[in-house]
């Protein structure tokens, strides 16, 4: 008999098969979780709102920042937009229902719920003068910055380090 036979390996893959087998489980179960809830693991815009947080770009220019939000299926009555100090809060709620209905079939689908962006500025702006347009299901929100505002913002010169 040879005495590598009787030292055991290191690696014995009938060692870790309960936990493979638990492993496979457990993705099963979340799988079956995630997709019997509409929103659960979805991004915004796909069946309803993902996790009801919408995708927003930020943008900053010499003048102003600008905040698109992606708001599909929702109405323009149904959206909330608020400035408090350098703090921006975009709050809505989406109701939607379709009905496709075939010779042989009828199907209705819903989808609705609250949503809530809070955004921290990244500088003062002018509440009084902020311009907040919906088109095609995307919100674009103008923020013109304060003349303080403005006038903080230095260009630095970058010079080699050589």
């Known amino acids: 008999m040879s005495t ?3 030292i055991p390996s ?8 309960p936990f493979k087998s638990l492993h496979h489980e457990i993705d099963r179960v979340l799988n079956s979780f995630t997709e019997s809830v509409p929103w659960a693991g979805r991004k915004s815009g796909s069946n309803g709102f993902g996790r ?7 943008s900053e220019t010499d003048k102003a920042v600008e905040v698109a939000v ?3 299926g929702v109405d323009e009555k149904d ?4 400035v408090t100090d350098d703090v921006l809060t975009i709050k809505g709620e989406k109701k939607s229902e379709t009905e ?15 949503f809530q962006r809070v955004l921290a500025l990244p500088c003062e702006v ?12 995307v ?23 050589a």
């Open 4 to 6: 590598k036979s009787q």
């Open 10 to 17: 290191l690696w014995d893959p009938d060692r870790y098969e």
């Open 52 to 58: 009801l947080l919408p995708q927003i770009d930020l």
């Open 70 to 72: 992606e708001l599909p």
């Open 79 to 82: 959206i909330d937009v608020t």
């Open 100 to 114: 496709d209905k075939g010779k042989d079939y009828h199907v209705v689908e819903r989808s609705f719920g609250a």
């Open 126 to 137: 002018e509440a009084d003068k902020v311009d907040a347009k919906f088109n095609n299901g």
């Open 139 to 161: 919100l674009k929100i103008t923020l013109p910055k304060s003349p303080e505002a403005k006038s903080k913002s230095h260009k630095i010169k970058i010079t080699s380090a």
